[in-house]
């Protein structure tokens, strides 16, 4: 339940001198239709006069305003993006609290700003908050809060300046906000009162942490360190990134020791991945794996990832990692296969098997195949281009004339066809000999682009060129 702040439409009997103090929570950004505050309220101050009355009526110290009006009032003026409509201002003089109310992409917005020497909530929204989580709007501490009550949803995020001493906030109400920006609304809200501010700047009141990314990752380090005792190893890898790019940076370390490879072999990592945040220090996986590479981050532009290259037998596979809600959460996708470099919000998993051919007298499969599957980053979820099962004619009338003509002329059988989603038309084929025993292929061709995929990165797109070898199924996980 909202704890109810004290708003000048609500005021029934209290004495003056709590009045002047909470007088300029007048306005509730999170319910619109309470903001516009009576001209007076009573107060429990009575004296000889007006005993007969029982109460003393007080004006409201909010004030309507133009913002010119506002900046020779209070020394500054609440800036509001250029999509804003309906803006209105006012200031409470005895508090130097200003205020903005204004829709923004059909939401009503309340902002506010007060000079102060510390971080303080000058929202005037009072609730149980069901998230209260650290962020960061530029180079400021923030603090971002939701609640929800009766169907209705409460966010503000409140952040401070500590170069000017200046606080900000911003708040609003309604139902169906989730993917609500508030962060990004500050983003363009707010606009330092000294001007540009050099990210390498500190001043006694502001932690070098907050200022950058630089600052963030000495101080999440020196976080770890703290934690760390001597069996643990030196940190070998430390990816401080926003993965879930909500203001706030978050680290991803790995400790324990080094194997070289010399000139010919690759170095080997071995020892335990932590994850680091304002909240604390958690180890999420002591596993005894040996690691190719560490530490790599997968940039998706609104999400990050973590990838941990493990040695697995003859292959590879790719532990995912990323933050929801401040904690560390290995994707599904994660031990699946090879991830590969996204190419902008695309990539391939190369999944491992021995399905190259199958020996009838051992009644086994052997050789070593390795076949790319198709993905791409959409909506905050990773999503398969999946294969879908088609005839021959339809096939024929995508890919190159004489194709299925040219596989069967060498004693090929075509087995399946499949069309992906990103226009990948695979074909898996066969031979098999006189003893049984059976070799399986595959050619691959890109609809799109008109011309056979370059498997091994030869130069050569030509239909053997295509190649991976094995049996492609429609999807990494089958059929």
């Known amino acids: 339940m909202r704890k109810e702040g004290i708003y000048w439409k609500k005021i029934a009997v209290v004495c003056l001198a709590v009045l002047c103090l909470a007088g300029c929570g007048k306005k509730d950004a999170a319910k619109p239709e309470e903001t516009a505050a009576p001209e007076t309220a009573t107060t429990g101050a009575v004296d000889e006069e007006s005993s007969n009355a029982g109460n003393t009526m007080i004006g409201n110290p909010w004030e309507d305003c133009s913002a010119p009006e506002m900046e020779q009032a209070l020394g500054f003026v609440i800036n509001v993006p250029k999509e804003a409509q309906d803006t209105r201002y006012s200031i409470c003089s005895t508090e130097n609290l200003g205020e903005a109310d204004f829709t923004w992409q059909g939401q009503e917005i309340c902002a506010r700003m007060k000079p102060t020497p510390k971080f303080e909530d000058i929202s005037g929204m009072y609730y149980d908050w069901a998230t209260d989580r650290n962020g960061q709007v530029s180079y400021c501490d923030a603090r971002i809060m939701s609640a929800e009550e009766d169907g209705v949803t409460y966010i503000v995020c409140n952040w401070y300046d500590a170069v000017p001493g200046m606080m900000y906030s911003l708040s609003t109400s309604g139902k169906n906000l989730d993917g609500f920006d508030i962060i990004g609304l500050a983003e363009q809200i707010f606009k330092p009162l000294q001007g540009d501010v050099d990210g390498d700047a500190e001043t006694p009141d502001m932690k070098a942490s907050d200022t950058d990314k630089q600052g963030a990752e000495e101080r999440l380090k020196e976080k770890l360190e703290k934690e760390l005792s001597d069996s643990d190893g030196p940190i070998l890898g430390f990816a401080c990134e926003d993965y879930d790019c909500d203001g706030s940076y978050e680290a991803f370390a790995f400790t324990g020791q080094v194997n070289e490879g010399g000139e010919e072999f690759a170095d080997e990592y071995y020892g335990e991945l932590w994850f680091v945040n304002d909240d604390g220090?958690?180890?999420?996986?002591?596993?005894?794996?040996?690691?190719?590479?560490?530490?790599?981050?997968?940039?998706?532009?609104?999400?990050?990832?973590?990838?941990?290259?493990?040695?697995?037998?003859?292959?590879?596979?790719?532990?995912?990692?990323?933050?929801?809600?401040?904690?560390?959460?290995?994707?599904?996708?994660?031990?699946?296969?090879?991830?590969?470099?996204?190419?902008?919000?695309?990539?391939?998993?190369?999944?491992?098997?021995?399905?190259?051919?199958?020996?009838?007298?051992?009644?086994?499969?052997?050789?070593?195949?390795?076949?790319?599957?198709?993905?791409?980053?959409?909506?905050?979820?990773?999503?398969?281009?999946?294969?879908?099962?088609?005839?021959?004619?339809?096939?024929?009338?995508?890919?190159?004339?004489?194709?299925?003509?040219?596989?069967?002329?060498?004693?090929?059988?075509?087995?399946?066809?499949?069309?992906?989603?990103?226009?990948?038309?695979?074909?898996?084929?066969?031979?098999?000999?006189?003893?049984?025993?059976?070799?399986?292929?595959?050619?691959?061709?890109?609809?799109?682009?008109?011309?056979?995929?370059?498997?091994?990165?030869?130069?050569?797109?030509?239909?053997?060129?295509?190649?991976?070898g094995g049996i492609y199924s429609l999807g990494i996980f089958g059929p």
């Open 281 to 468: 220090v958690s180890l999420i996986d002591d596993g005894e794996k040996y690691y190719l590479e560490i530490c790599h981050v997968a940039d998706f532009g609104t999400r990050k990832f973590l990838l941990q290259y493990e040695a697995y037998a003859t292959a590879r596979v790719t532990e995912i990692y990323t933050v929801r809600d401040g904690k560390p959460v290995e994707d599904g996708l994660s031990r699946v296969g090879d991830m590969c470099e996204p190419d902008g919000n695309e990539f391939t998993i190369t999944l491992s098997a021995y399905d190259v051919s199958y020996d009838k007298e051992m009644d086994t499969y052997l050789g070593h195949s390795w076949k790319p599957y198709y993905f791409r980053f959409e909506g905050d979820e990773f999503i398969e281009d999946v294969g879908v099962a088609i005839g021959r004619a339809e096939a024929e009338s995508l890919c190159p004339k004489g194709m299925f003509d040219e596989i069967e002329a060498q004693g090929n059988t075509v087995d399946s066809i499949m069309l992906r989603e990103n226009g990948i038309l695979t074909v898996n084929y066969s031979h098999t000999d006189d003893a049984g025993n059976v070799d399986f292929k595959n050619a691959n061709y890109n609809t799109e682009k008109k011309e056979y995929i370059d498997a091994w990165g030869t130069g050569e797109k030509t239909l053997s060129g295509s190649d991976f």
